[in-house]
């Protein structure tokens, strides 16, 4: 009889805790965008830290959006900027706008990558279509919205800003920040300057 009782109460707390996790939907994020709300499941398994902050950043990004993605049109992707020189990136920059690329386009974004050429660039070393050649690139795309960033350190950490504007109206549509803590000392602005001596011969 207390074989019996201890096995369905074993039971029964497994089919609780079951429908316990099913009932919360781990992974799932339910959105409010604008008048459109959704399901989205969070990707599971990402390499590392800076890849979690982006996908943080994205969620935000759809969660703050003020409009529909359905209304936003193409969107423009581009490298996130040093906040203290706009017009200064990192491969940490271009690395952070490469990667959204993917986490908006499985979020249910129009992406557009204006870096197409107007013809396929083949050389002995492979075959390219991307580019950053002005001169090989459409002179107009069109798309109605850009993805802006930007990156700075505060003390031992770098922030970072990301938002959706309109290109004619330049109205921000959905922003989102993250901190991504880090020992890189470029990135942080503070490496060591480097000591050195004065040899000299009398």
Do not use: W
């Not at 900027?81 to 129009?110: D, Q, Y």
């Not at 990135?187 to 040899?199: A, E, G, H, S």
Request: charged content about 20%; overall charge positive.
């Amino acid at each position: 009889m207390l074989k019996k009782l201890l096995k369905s109460g074993l039971v029964a707390s497994l089919i609780c805790i079951g429908t316990t996790g099913f009932a919360q939907g781990e992974n799932t994020i339910e959105i409010n965008s604008g008048n459109m709300i959704s399901d989205y499941v969070s990707p599971v398994g990402s390499n590392g830290m800076v890849d979690d902050k982006i996908v943080e950043l994205a969620d935000s990004l759809l969660a703050s959006s003020r409009i529909a993605q359905a209304d936003m049109g193409n969107i423009a992707i581009t490298s996130f900027v040093n906040l203290h020189n706009l017009s200064k990136t990192s491969s940490f920059g271009r690395t952070i706008g490469e990667t959204f690329f993917n986490e908006l386009f499985i979020r249910g974004f129009n992406v557009a990558d204006f870096r197409g050429q107007n013809a396929l660039t083949i050389n002995p070393t492979g075959e390219f279509f991307i580019t950053r050649d002005a001169r090989k690139i459409n002179k107009k795309v069109a798309n109605s919205y850009v993805l802006v960033g930007t990156f700075s350190a505060i003390d031992k950490q770098v922030i970072i800003n990301a938002r959706i504007m309109d290109n004619q109206t330049g109205r921000v549509v959905a922003s989102a920040k993250t901190y991504y803590r880090t020992t890189d000392c470029q990135l942080l602005n503070n490496c060591p300057v480097k000591r050195t001596i004065r040899i000299v011969s009398k």
